[in-house]
């Protein structure tokens, strides 16, 4: 089905999304991924909801009805900023009402986007807000594992740096309107060290490949965070350039790293699958491929422990547990309920089928 072959070890694919109703290859979103899942013999996949295309509650209602048709499915929620920029939500849905919804539904975890330059700027261009930190003051209580996407490549506050595709895709932050990388940083660790056990894995290791003094600084300041390698191609060009060095850095932080492949329905699988395969290749053996940016990649040859914590171990840990949880159905009809009057009628008339055949 695919050219790669079927991964023989255990392997989670911690960070997918779904996007859209349907594509060419598999039809309906409910088998978006059960063909790359196969295909490829992981052992789970994490679906991770996002509020920054359309409203988060569709993406939530889909993801969840995806975790309760295809079993062995995680799933992080997202959130939905009802009031832009962040303010107070319409009585009974605010954040932390929202996220223990999610918990309730059967979320394995929390997905924030809220860093993204693009989804940054318009809920007001700071996390330090009171309504996220009342937020972060409950997942860190409950130890909720969070994915969390913070700034894009520094590259792209650059004017020389940035490449065509970023800008073309509106991804270019040096005019001025956009809040500065390192300003974000900061933020981040002025969250951490308030709220300093938070189980939070930064997306795309936190952009930090070309910096990773700092981000050894903050692995030894803040015990519970980590970083997945979901590509983004300038990360893997920059582990190769500092070969040596990375394959040291990985096994000593082999229990803060995780992988995931920003696998993102409507695209085809064999795209999900060359991707997965780069990713266990890199970690699990020494091959050389052609990989993200169109360069050599060198592996990084873990194994035992070290190959197991990144492949799979480390997801479990953080989620708490070796299978997803279960789907509460009338948690997601009392959901689907209180929130319908925030969908377009698009995702209505999408969602609602799938609503009655399911849960009602
Ligand atoms: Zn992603």
Same mark, same amino acid.
């Given at each position: 089905m695919f050219n790669e072959a079927k991964i023989n070890e255990k392997i989670i694919d911690s960070h997918l999304h779904l996007e859209e109703w349907k594509n060419d290859e598999v039809g309906h979103f409910l088998n978006a991924f059960e063909r790359y899942r196969e295909g490829m013999n992981l052992d789970g996949i994490n679906i991770c909801a996002l509020n920054n295309h359309a409203r988060g509650v569709a993406n939530n209602i889909m993801i969840a009805l995806y975790k309760l048709v295809n079993k062995g499915t995680y799933a992080h929620g997202a959130l939905d900023h009802i009031v832009k920029p962040i303010g107070k939500n319409p009585d009974g849905m605010d954040l932390v009402t929202q996220y223990r919804?999610?918990?309730?539904?059967?979320?394995?975890?929390?997905?924030?986007?809220?860093?993204?330059?693009?989804?940054?700027?318009?809920?007001?261009?700071?996390?330090?807000?009171?309504?996220? @930190?009342?937020?972060?003051?409950?997942?860190?209580?409950?130890?909720?594992?969070?994915?969390?996407?913070?700034?894009?490549?520094?590259?792209?506050?650059?004017?020389?740096?940035?490449? @065509?595709?970023?800008?073309?895709?509106?991804?270019?932050?040096?005019?001025?309107?956009?809040p500065d990388f390192w300003t974000v940083t900061k933020e981040i660790e002025t969250i951490l060290d308030k709220y300093p056990s938070l189980n939070v894995t930064f997306a795309h290791f936190f952009f930090y490949a070309k910096y990773p003094e700092k981000l050894e600084a903050m692995f030894k300041k803040y015990e519970n965070m980590a970083v997945d390698i979901t590509p983004g191609g300038e990360m893997y060009l920059a582990f190769e350039k500092n070969h040596d060095?990375?394959? *040291?850095?990985?096994?000593?932080?082999?229990?803060?790293?995780?992988?995931?492949? *920003?696998?993102?329905?409507?695209?085809?699988?064999?795209?999900?699958?060359?991707?997965? @395969?780069?990713?266990?290749?890199?970690?699990?053996?020494?091959?050389?491929?052609?990989?993200?940016? @169109?360069?050599?990649?060198?592996?990084?040859?873990?194994?035992?422990? *070290?190959?197991?914590?990144?492949?799979?171990k480390n997801f479990e840990r953080r989620v708490g547990r070796s299978t997803p949880k279960e789907i509460n159905k009338k948690a997601l009809l009392a959901y689907f309920e209180k929130y319908k009057g925030l969908l377009s009628d698009e995702e209505l008339s999408e969602l609602s089928p799938l609503v009655d055949k399911y849960l009602r």
């Open positions: 919804e999610l918990m309730e539904i059967g979320f394995d975890g929390i997905k924030l986007i809220e860093g993204k330059p693009t989804v940054l700027k318009p809920i007001g261009g700071t996390l330090l807000s009171p309504y996220l @930190d009342a937020l972060f003051c409950e997942m860190e209580k409950d130890g909720t594992h969070i994915v969390f996407h913070v700034n894009d490549p520094d590259e792209f506050w650059d004017d020389e740096l940035v490449p @065509d595709w970023a800008k073309s895709n509106g991804w270019f932050y040096a005019d001025g309107t956009y060095f990375y394959v *040291d850095f990985f096994k000593k932080y082999s229990s803060r790293i995780l992988v995931g492949t *920003d696998a993102t329905f409507p695209w085809e699988s064999y795209t999900h699958a060359w991707s997965i @395969d780069k990713l266990y290749r890199f970690i699990a053996t020494s091959d050389t491929t052609m990989a993200f940016c @169109d360069q050599n990649l060198r592996g990084l040859n873990l194994d035992g422990e *070290d190959k197991e914590n990144i492949l799979y």
